[in-house]
Structures are given as structure tokens and as C-alpha cells.
């Protein structure tokens, strides 16, 4: 337009006497994601190629391999108002702007948003891996999201309320057990004296944050020693529940708080040793067989030198476990009445 907001003939642009194109370029301003580009849809011959990810099997990376993708000028020499056909930008943001250049003129257009599209994978973008203590939560909490075909987080969707749930999958599909039960797969021998009935703790269930996308655990623990663990996730959709998986965990035992039998004597007599050992450990509070007996005092340990017992104060056993068996007189033999 000139300086009084009247469109001009295409034979009044500049450029356009000397024969020439007269070309408006349209390009995106700065201060989106450094990964947003304007380019036109497939509709116009611009061939989008896209392949597969290997990081993320379900999703597909895209790249503007053709050259006619690069251009984005509308040549306005025989119109005196063009369109530009088939814009897009695939990187949901919360605000763009377009600049338009016309020989040294531009104009900014009105902020706009890009919204992310149908949800079409989950992803995990946080999760614990290696070993976990058995005494404290994942140092490093699941957090995961739902990605659409451009890997845009999903934040909008057609249902409200998502969800995601979270439940614990052992090596084999059983957990750990206690002798004389022979071990599970993943199950080390003699790693658990007890078997605890509630080795997954937390909150199984979490809200998907609203302006993020992303569900965040924050209070997830496994108390059970075992290799190989995984956490299988379900998240609520308009595409339906979209389920992943974490990778391996293993969980190493806690803190000793108390003493456990792997095994008690069997088939004693005054004619001979018992024909089966007593095999003693070091326990933490849920039951796991620690290795080492490293032990903690205080309220967060459960065991204190308060409720040791007094016999057991002047033994120098560092490092060990102090044991007193108490037997009877009895028609059959020794028996075993009590263990400290």
C-alpha cells in the first residue's frame, strides 16, 4: 500500500518496470524454539522426508530435503494481493510472529500459537536406573510425557483429567522370596531372608501437569533386594491409554536393623553336630540380607543402643553378628528357645 493505506497495482511496485519479479517474503521472527521452521506443506511440492528415530521407535524425525522448501516468496507481479499457500510450523510454542519483506518494507503479523497435535507415543524423560537403596526413594523419580507426530509434548488434548499409573514388573513376573523357597528369577540366593508384602511403595497414580504435558512421581521406592526391575506406565489419552516401559533397576539393601535365620539347626543329638546349620545374616528393616551388617542408630533405623541388649554391650564383635542360643534339656536333644 502507499503512505495512505492504498493498494497498489502491480504495475506500481517497485521492481516491477524493469521486468523483474516482484517478491514478498514471509520468514519467522526469532524467539521461538530454536528448533521451529516455517516451511510449506507437501501440497505444494515441497517433499518433507521423514525417518525413523531409533531412540524413539514410534516417532519419526522430519527434515525439508528438497530445495523448493527453502523458498517462501510470493511474487506478486501480476496480483496486487497474494496468499501464501499452505504455511507451516510444526514445533508447538505459545507465541509466534511472521515478518513480511517487501523491498526494504516489512510488517510483524499478530502473535499466534501453535498447539500440539494428536498424541501418538509416550516417552520417558526421567527414570531411575542402576542401583536404588532399598531404605530410601529413587534418587531419580519417573517423569514421562506423550508426544505427538512432531514430538511436541502433548499439553492439549481432548480429554481433561489425564492420568498416569504406574505398576512394578519383577524379572520373571514373581517377587522375591524367603527361604526355604528356592529364588525367583532375578532373585540372587540368599539376598532375602524375609519376603516384605509391600516391596512397591508410593503414589501409583498422578494428575499430567496441564502446562506441561509431563507426569512427575515423586515418592516411588522398591524395599525388596532383586535385579532387573521394571516400571511399566500407562497415561489416558484421546488416543487411548499409551503405554512404556523404564529401563532396568536393581535395589541393594538398606541399613541393618535386625538379625534374620537363612536357616535354623536341624537334626541335633547329643551323638553328633546337627545334620543342618544354623545360617544367621544381617537384615535391614525389610527383611533384605545385608552383606556387610552395616548398621545405623536412631529413629529412621528402628534400632538404637537403647534396645540392645545389655549382655551384648561388653562383647567386642565388630563387624559381626553376636548370637546367643539358649538350649534346653529335652528327650529329643538340644532345642532352640531364643535368639538375640
Known amino acids: 500500500t502507499d503512505k495512505y493505506n492504498n493498494r497498489l497495482l502491480p504495475s506500481d511496485m517497485p ?3 524493469t521486468g523483474g519479479a516482484v ?5 519467522l521472527l526469532p524467539g521461538g524454539p530454536a528448533s521451529a521452521k516455517l516451511i510449506r ?4 511440492g515441497c517433499q518433507v522426508v521423514c525417518e525413523q528415530k531409533e531412540e524413539e521407535p514410534n516417532a519419526k524425525k522430519c527434515n525439508q530435503l528438497d530445495s523448493d522448501c527453502a523458498s517462501l516468496d510470493l511474487n506478486l507481479q501480476r496480483q496486487p494481493e ?3 499457500p499452505f504455511l507451516r510450523i510444526d514445533t508447538a510454542f505459545e507465541t509466534y510472529r511472521l515478518a513480511f519483506n517487501y523491498t526494504g518494507l516489512m510488517t510483524i503479523s499478530k502473535p499466534f500459537r501453535i498447539d500440539n497435535t494428536a498424541p501418538k507415543y509416550p516417552v520417558m524423560i526421567d527414570s531411575p536406573t542402576g542401583p536404588q537403596g532399598a531404605d530410601a526413594p529413587f534418587t531419580v523419580q519417573p517423569r514421562l510425557t506423550v508426544r505427538d507426530t512432531f514430538g511436541n509434548s502433548v499439553v492439549v488434548d481432548n480429554i481433561a483429567n489425564r492420568i498416569v499409573t504406574v505398576v512394578l514388573v519383577p524379572k520373571g513376573g514373581r517377587f522375591a522370596v524367603a527361604p526355604p523357597a ?3 528369577l ?3 540366593p540368599k539376598s532375602v531372608c524375609r519376603a516384605d508384602p509391600e516391596p512397591f511403595r508410593g503414589t501409583f497414580v498422578i494428575p499430567v501437569d496441564l502446562t506441561t504435558g509431563e507426569g512427575t512421581f515423586t515418592d516411588l521406592r522398591v524395599v525388596q533386594v532383586m535385579h532387573d526391575y521394571k516400571m511399566r506406565f500407562s497415561m489416558t489419552s484421546s ?6 516401559t523404564s529401563p532396568v533397576f536393581h535395589v541393594t539393601p538398606g541399613m541393618t536393623t535386625n538379625i534374620c535365620n537363612l536357616s535354623l539347626p536341624l537334626g541335633c543329638s547329643v551323638y553328633g553336630p546337627c545334620m543342618t546349620e544354623a545360617e544367621m545374616v544381617c537384615a535391614d528393616a525389610y527383611g533384605n540380607v545385608q552383606p556387610s551388617c552395616e548398621t ?4 529412621r533405623c528402628g534400632f538404637s543402643p537403647s534396645n540392645i541388649p545389655s549382655t551384648f554391650l561388653g562383647i567386642d564383635c565388630p563387624g559381626s553378628i553376636c548370637v546367643r542360643l539358649n538350649a534346653v534339656k529335652s528327650p529329643r536333644g538340644a532345642v532352640l528357645s531364643s535368639t538375640d
Not at 23 to 27: A, G, H, K, P, W
Not at 41 to 44: A, I
Not at 296 to 299: L, T, V
Open 15 to 17: 521492481g516491477a518496470s
Open 23 to 27: 517478491l514478498m517474503s514471509v520468514y
Open 41 to 44: 506443506d507437501s501440497r505444494t
Open 82 to 84: 497474494g496468499t501464501f
Open 182 to 184: 528356592l529364588p525367583v
Open 186 to 188: 532375578g532373585q540372587v
Open 239 to 244: 488416543a487411548g491409554n499409551l503405554v512404556t
Open 296 to 299: 545405623c542408630f536412631g529413629s
